[in-house]
């Protein structure tokens, strides 16, 4: 708030906190074999705000999976 004379001004500001407090949990079932497919899961716990995050399982530089939580 700022006050020149009489004349009261105000401007506001947003500010958005990100909280991630806790590092992925990757999970990987199966046996680790050339060719053959395993299931891999990623857990992620206690993220604020869900809205902003966006998941990516990556192999090399290919996006194999995306995900964005809206």
Do not use: A, H, W
Request: hydrophobic share 35%.
């Amino acid at each position: 708030t700022v006050t020149c004379g009489r004349k009261k001004l105000e401007k506001g500001i947003q500010v958005e906190l990100y909280s991630f407090p806790r590092d992925p949990e990757i999970e990987m079932r199966g046996v680790l074999v050339s060719e053959s497919p395993i299931t891999v899961s990623c857990k992620v716990s206690s993220v604020y705000p869900l809205d902003r995050l966006e998941i990516e399982l990556l192999k090399g530089e290919t996006v194999l999976e995306n995900k964005e939580f809206l």
